[in-house]
């Protein structure tokens, strides 16, 4: 049966290219798409995974760090050290800034490094220095390709000199930048004030405990775990661009089930006299069905097949050009994508298979 579905399927070279094309288009769109939102996901939350904290405080109502202003005196840090279990205390500071460096539009989020507690520091260094020191500023390996090392920005008041590039800052429509707490300071103007805490329990302590007992002991903030947190500020992406992607996901199934559909389902009306002569000669309905589904399931695992190596060069190459385009393909992800592949491809096969049902042997005769 295999070697008739074979036959069948490759007979016609221009109908094979259309029908393995059209798959191959379903599967990048498929992977790039699903890529795409894990790539959004794992980056705007990349860098406060690294910040060392268990547990994160705001003012109240502020659990968006990118939307929702937060600003606490810093006297509360004497009362979140009387909460019981709670080990260690930071501020944690940060200010939304919008630049224009040679007509470039800069979008920055730039964190406060606090050399004294230790906290602001960039994840991961990938060229310069490791951490900024007065009248510096470290960016995002995103904004490579508008500003170079030994730049110098003007953020608000301060004259800022880029000594570095980090990654894991990349927030698709902005990105992490860090320069001292000093030029900060000047910059946001809120003496005594922090944006955020962010707090170690003792070993051995329960996170949810402790931050019931800050929402007890302290009026006017909140807290929250690093992990509720971090899904907090990547809501931007479940909340907009989920929807979105989940239709264009919906239309490359569509296309990949249409495609397939078409072609076998040509096919299957050309051969219909050879169909008809095989029932003649005793070949039940069932075995004719079959020969449908793997000349399906055999598009199908060769469109995916050039679909996945156009999807992986993709996000090798157009990354470098777009920086917005940040893509993490895991294999998972492959994985379910594929048997998707060939769900569409069996669900293509219906219409020839009923096709087939209601061919006459007698009207070949």
């Known amino acids: 049966m295999f070697f008739l579905a074979r036959k069948n399927l490759f007979q016609e070279k221009t109908r094979l290219f259309i029908s393995v094309g059209g798959v191959a288009f379903s599967v990048v769109l498929i992977i790039v798409l699903q890529g795409l939102y894990k790539g959004w996901s794992n980056k705007i939350g990349e860098y406060i995974r690294t910040v060392p904290a268990d547990i994160w405080v705001m003012q109240s109502g502020s659990e968006d760090m990118f939307h929702t202003p937060s600003v606490i005196p810093l006297t509360v840090v004497d009362k979140l050290k009387k909460v019981e ?96 707490k000093d030029e900060i300071s000047k910059i946001q103007k809120l003496p005594d004030s922090a944006n955020f805490f962010v707090v170690s329990v003792r070993a051995g302590a329960n996170a949810d405990t402790v931050i019931q007992n800050i929402r007890t002991d302290i009026q006017g903030v909140d807290a929250v775990t690093k992990d509720k947190f971090v899904k907090n500020n990547v809501k931007i992406v479940t909340d907009n661009f989920l929807p979105v992607i989940l239709v264009l996901l919906i239309i490359g199934v569509v296309v990949g089930i249409a495609v397939i559909g078409l072609t076998i389902f040509t096919s299957t009306v050309e051969k219909a006299k050879e169909y008809g002569v095989l029932k003649a000669i005793g070949m039940r309905n069932s075995q004719l069905y079959w020969v449908v589904v793997e000349q399906a399931l055999l598009a199908g695992f060769i469109g995916f097949s050039l679909g996945a190596i156009i999807a992986f060069i993709l996000q090798a190459t157009v990354g470098q050009i777009v920086p917005q385009f940040v893509t993490q393909i895991q294999a998972f992800d492959i994985v379910w994508i594929f048997g998707l592949t060939l769900l569409m491809s069996a669900t293509a096969a219906y219409i020839p298979i009923r096709r087939i049902a209601h061919i006459d042997p007698a009207e070949v005769f």
């Not at 730039?110 to 220095?129: H, T």
Request: no cysteine.
């Open 85 to 180: 279990a709670v080990a260690r205390v930071k501020p944690f500071n940060a200010r939304r800034l919008a630049i224009d460096f040679e007509g470039k539009d800069l979008n920055l989020y730039v964190v406060a490094y606090d050399s004294l507690n230790d906290v602001g520091k960039p994840a991961k260094i990938v060229e310069g220095k490791a951490t900024p020191g007065p009248g510096e500023i470290i960016l995002d390996q995103s904004q490579r390709k508008k500003v170079r090392i030994g730049d110098t920005l003007s953020v608000a008041t301060q004259q800022l000199k880029v000594v570095g590039f980090a990654e894991g800052g990349d927030l698709v429509t902005s990105s992490f930048a860090f320069a001292q």
